[in-house]
């Protein structure tokens, strides 16, 4: 007669394995919340920056972040006159054609007024690959850039747009509000849940839209 159940090596063999699987979601989970804080402490000192820097050469400064391509990359730059006139929010679905083309033409003369600024003139930075820059939105242009470029300026007066950046990892989404007359960044921490890999981007997309949709109630 066969007797069933486990011998002590099977079970040890077992609580290995699975001691083994936990340690090693565990040591994932840890490094992403490490290249996670360590993308915020990177945009966080740029913003900081970037308004020492408008302040001190008395002109407008930005935030440049270019959300396409396989690594998220910033750069400074410094306006090179005082006066800089920034393109009014136009809804483009409400322009016409010749509209449309007097707009670009002004944003592009605004583009070439910038310049790096010394520190960031060698190189642009970049984030960790496996972090994501899911959506920026600030107070000049008011839409959520989720592709693309965005900018946030920042004023010799010392203020700077409101913005909204939104970060995410595989396990987590952080937002950095920016406010228009405080020094103070503020961080939100949303957990994303358990997912299967295809669903992450849309996943990440509908909780960007979500919290950028609950910013702009807060800011009316």
């Known amino acids: 007669m066969n007797k069933s159940g486990f011998s002590l090596l099977e079970i040890l063999i077992a609580m290995l394995i699975l001691g083994l699987s936990l340690?090693?979601?565990?040591?994932?989970a840890a490094g992403d919340?490490?290249?996670?804080?360590?993308?915020?402490?990177?945009?966080?000192?740029?913003?900081?920056f970037c308004k020492s820097e408008a302040i001190i050469r008395n002109k407008v400064v930005r935030l440049k972040l270019n959300l396409s391509g396989d690594v998220i990359e910033y750069t400074v730059e410094a306006?090179?006159?005082a006066n800089l006139l920034l393109p009014e929010y136009v809804d483009l679905d409400r322009l016409d054609k010749k509209e449309k083309e007097a707009?670009?033409?002004?944003?592009?003369?605004?583009?070439?007024?910038?310049?790096?600024?010394?520190?960031?003139q060698d190189q642009v930075r970049e984030l960790n690959p496996d972090i994501q820059l899911s959506g920026v939105a600030t107070s000049l242009s008011k839409d959520l850039v989720v592709e693309g470029e965005a900018s946030i300026y920042f004023y010799p007066t010392g203020h700077q747009d409101?913005?909204?950046?939104?970060?995410?990892?595989?396990?987590?989404i952080v937002t950095l509000q920016v406010e228009a007359f405080r020094d103070r960044i503020y961080e939100d921490y949303y957990t994303i849940g358990e997912i299967l890999p295809e669903q992450y981007d849309n996943t990440i997309y509908e909780k960007t839209k979500e919290i950028y949709e609950n910013w702009n109630k807060e800011r009316d």
């Open 33 to 48: 919340r490490e290249k996670l804080e360590t993308a915020i402490e990177d945009i966080s000192r740029a913003v900081k």
């Open 103 to 120: 707009y670009e033409s002004k944003k592009s003369n605004t583009e070439k007024g910038f310049i790096p600024v010394e520190e960031f």
């Open 23 to 28: 340690g090693f979601v565990a040591g994932k």
């Open 79 to 81: 306006s090179d006159h």
């Open 162 to 172: 409101e913005a909204l950046i939104v970060l995410a990892s595989f396990e987590e």
